[in-house]
């Protein structure tokens, strides 16, 4: 059941050099987008592990984005073709899980894209909005 | 542990939509904060008292920041608590700017979200550990890639303040475009006579070494310690040998557009790019010459006094190490033929600026005389076109190309005074000559009789007349009408883009280009000529659009960059480097393919086990190859590998605020 007026949680993971700087650019150029994403700063999109992304969903999050350089343009060369196999894998691991794929978005967003980032972050939402919350994975536990 | 939060106002940025106070007053509440206060400028001097006398005050050892990005203040916080005798890395930033007050609308929200931003930083701060960096050598030894203007610049500069360069050109001579020039708005100096003396001290500067008609092939490493593989494309020609006499040019039997007359003379299969050229010693153009395609030919070398021929050469790769790297890739010219209303390449008469240039200069194709391609006479009425491929994000570049409205000036100049009856007409969205003298130059050429309409041009197409004009087609918004001009020759002053292949360049490096494929500079307005990159600074037009001046000085910033680099002979690692922690890892060495530094080798650690010896692998980082990008600890399955600054228990930290 979506509950009314449903505010989707977004834990936005973003590379330092690129898409962390396109969503700063996107505050220098006032830019306006939902208050409702978090977002984790790392060196590379690289460095996120499996872990804290399974981590956000269980703790809360309805929907989880990395974000990092454009295929090429990596700052540290390579990182984000890792970061595009590993995250594939994750991808199918989700519906295997039982979770809506469309909760885990991979995007390559670059310093200078702060349109890319609020549209990124805009669409996400909405979809987050259809899909309702997302407590299949959710730690029930803690009362969440 | 003892936590201190400060709230910045940013002046009004921050506090017209976020209430200051309230997040001070909220973050009291966090665990372990001792002590929490909102500041105007936590960046002034003012305000890094006040989190220097709170330090003191409240004995203070984790500092947490509601602020503006960490990318603009980070390094002032941490020098900061150094200076207090604290370790750099106990200051966290919770953005609240970038991330909050500036794209958000709902002020209550917006201070839900500061005060959640900053608790996400307090809890990150907890498990905060202090990291270091070491003294790493730099290798006083620098490459610069690119030999017009602005690369020959840069390497006299460092080799001046006695330091080794190499210098990097892909064609056989240095020179780039500049070489291409006549004369130079808004001096009208010769280019030649100031360029040419530059190429010849380039090349005789005991501290440069020059590498024409090469590539750079590979780039690894960091600052102060980078390897690069350079292509020595084979010349044919022993160089050592050779004594430029020229016979061989002269008796080669085949020709070839010549590009550097934008493809409006020949020259030969074995060439020289232009007479002055530096090395003045001709290579062999493969592509074109009759002997590799059919083996038959060996003209050149049978006529070569010094026997300095030779087919059988190699491309060469030469490895070299070097401390700092000066991008200086130049430009192109975008091809107007894209741009079908403007006719070019379907009539002879509409040539680009740069081709007006070669006609105007006295060793191009026409020996300095200005004529209509079609029939070889001076053109009578010349219409110039600006912003062909400029300032229209729908028909080319976004961008303004920045020189034209100055050549244009120039070359309406150099037409009055050597062929005083033409007249010359430019059709223009506005001149724009910022610039020392350019506005006086753009007034004398207008005084000489150019005649500047305020407008766009719709279309040129051919009239069908005897003569085989041009009808030139526009708008004049001054006089708010459709104007046509019957033009002998139209100029097109096409836009300036990067040069083609230097997105590979980019690549190799590790620069970001913007969205018009120039290189990023590190900061638009404080770090014009560093990259995000360290120890690759940026010269000339590879940056964006610019005259010679600008290219010239930025070329001066960025070896002034590289000689402050040398001259402090060391620079100081990355801190937030990859860590194994031994004792989970399994020495499984899945880390070490995905280094993209070569940072991670496998090394043993020796434990008792039932009390035998044993000898177990593990995964090792070497702190002064690691740029702590995190893919290793990404990947590693059994949890042992982290990343200073960002450490798996940091980022949970961060995760579980949500
Ligand atoms: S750090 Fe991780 S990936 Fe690397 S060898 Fe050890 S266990 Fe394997
Ligand atoms: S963080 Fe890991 S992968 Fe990245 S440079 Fe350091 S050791 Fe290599």
């Known amino acids: 059941m979506i509950e009314q007026n449903f505010e989707p949680k977004i834990v936005a993971f973003c590379c330092n050099w690129c898409s962390y700087a396109g969503a700063d650019l996107a505050g220098t150029g006032r830019l306006k987008y939902p208050e409702n994403v978090r977002i984790i700063r790392v060196p590379c999109s690289s460095r996120v592990e499996v872990q804290m992304i399974m981590r956000a969903f269980q703790n809360g999050a309805d929907g989880v984005m990395v974000a990092g350089c454009h295929p090429g343009d ?5 990182g984000n073709y890792h970061t595009r196999r590993r995250m594939m894998l994750l991808q199918s691991l989700t519906s295997f899980l039982g979770m809506d794929p469309d909760r885990f978005i991979v995007k390559w967003i670059s310093g200078n894209e702060a349109a890319k980032f609020k549209s990124t972050v805009e669409e996400f939402n909405e979809t987050l909005k259809k899909l309702g919350p997302a407590d299949k994975v959710r730690d029930q536990r803690c009362g969440i | 542990m003892r936590v201190g939060v400060f709230i910045c106002w940013c002046g009004s940025n921050i506090k017209n939509m976020v209430d200051v106070e309230k997040v001070a007053k909220e973050a009291e509440k966090m665990p372990r904060v001792v002590y929490s206060q909102d500041v105007q400028y936590l960046c002034s001097e003012v305000g890094q008292a006040d989190i220097s006398k709170a330090i003191d005050e409240h004995k203070l050892d984790r500092i947490v920041i509601g602020a503006c990005s960490p990318r603009m203040h980070e390094s002032t916080f941490q020098q900061l608590l150094e200076s207090k005798g604290l370790n750099p890395y106990y200051v966290e930033i919770a953005n609240i700017r970038e991330q909050c007050s500036w794209v958000h609308t709902d002020k209550d929200k917006a201070t839900v979200k500061a005060t959640e931003l900053v608790k996400k930083a307090v809890a990150k701060s907890y498990h905060a550990i202090p990291l270091t960096s070491d003294l790493l050598k730099v290798n006083k030894k620098a490459l610069v890639i690119g030999g017009g203007i602005a690369g020959i610049q840069a390497a006299l500069d460092i080799a001046d303040a006695g330091y080794p360069v190499d210098l990097v050109e892909q064609k056989p001579s240095i020179g780039g475009r500049m070489a291409q020039f006549d004369k130079t708005f808004p001096t009208l100096d010769c280019s030649a006579c100031i360029l ?56 080669c039997p085949k020709k070839v557009a010549n590009e550097f007359d934008e493809g409006n003379s020949k020259r030969k299969a074995i060439y020289t790019l232009f007479p002055q050229a530096v090395p003045n010693k001709p290579v062999i153009d493969r592509d074109n010459c009759i002997y590799y395609k059919t083996g038959k030919c060996g003209l050149c070398e049978k006529i070569c ?68 391609p079609s029939n070889g006479k001076t053109p009578e009425k010349i219409v110039f ?64 009789g150019a005649k500047y309409l305020r407008g766009q041009v719709s279309k040129v197409e051919p009239l069908g007349d005897a003569d085989n004009k041009l009808l030139v087609r526009g708008y004049d918004s001054s006089i708010g009408e459709q104007v046509e001009i019957e033009a002998d020759l139209v100029v097109l002053a096409t836009s300036i883009e990067p040069k083609v292949g230097s997105s590979k360049i980019a690549g190799l490096l590790g620069l970001s280009s913007d969205s018009d494929g120039f290189f990023s500079e590190a900061h638009p307005k404080l770090k ?131």
Request: hydrophobic fraction near 30%.
């Open chain 1, 74 to 78: 990596c700052h540290y060369d390579t």
């Open chain 2, 196 to 251: 040419t003396p530059k190429m010849v001290e380039a090349a005789t500067h005991e501290n440069i070494t020059l590498y024409t008609y090469s590539e750079v092939e590979n780039v690894a490493g960091y600052v102060g310690n980078f390897k690069v593989k350079i292509k020595q494309k084979a010349k044919s020609v022993k160089q050592d040998i050779c004594n430029g006499c020229g016979d061989c040019m002269e008796k």
């Open chain 2, 305 to 372: 006094p010094t026997k300095a021929i030779d087919y059988n050469q190699e491309d060469e790769i030469v490895e070299n190490e070097y401390g700092a790297i000066i991008a200086a890739t130049g430009f192109d010219i975008k091809d107007p033929q894209d741009l079908s209303e403007y006719y070019y390449g379907n009539h002879p008469d509409v040539i680009t600026s740069l081709e007006l240039e070669r006609q105007l200069n006295a060793s191009g194709p026409t020996s300095g005389k200005v004529i209509r």
């Open chain 2, 385 to 448: 076109v600006q912003c062909v491929g400029s300032r229209d994000r729908n028909k080319g570049n976004a961008y303004c190309s920045k020189v034209c409205c100055l050549y244009t000036a120039k070359h309406t100049l150099l037409l009055n005074e050597k062929f005083p009856e033409t007249e010359s007409y430019v059709f223009n969205i506005d001149v724009r000559t910022g610039g020392k003298g350019y506005e006086e130059f753009y007034e004398r050429a207008r005084h000489k």
């Open chain 2, 528 to 658: 014009p000529v560093e990259t995000q990159a360290q120890g690759i600074y940026l010269a000339g037009v590879c940056q964006g659009p610019k005259d010679i001046p600008e290219a010239v000085s930025q070329a001066s910033g960025a070896s002034a960059k590289a000689i402050i680099l040398f001259n402090k002979g060391e620079v100081k690692s990355v801190p937030t480097t990859a860590m194994v922690n031994e004792e989970i890892c399994s020495g499984c060495m899945q880390c070490k393919p995905v280094c993209p530094y070569e940072a991670i080798s496998r090394e043993y650690v020796t434990e008792r086990v039932a009390g035998k010896e044993v000898k177990r692998p593990v995964a090792s980082i070497n702190r002064a190859l690691c740029q702590g990008c995190g893919a290793c600890a990404g990947l590693c399955r059994s949890g042992a590998m982290d990343i200073g600054g960002f450490t798996s228990k940091q980022i949970m930290a961060e995760v579980d605020t949500l």
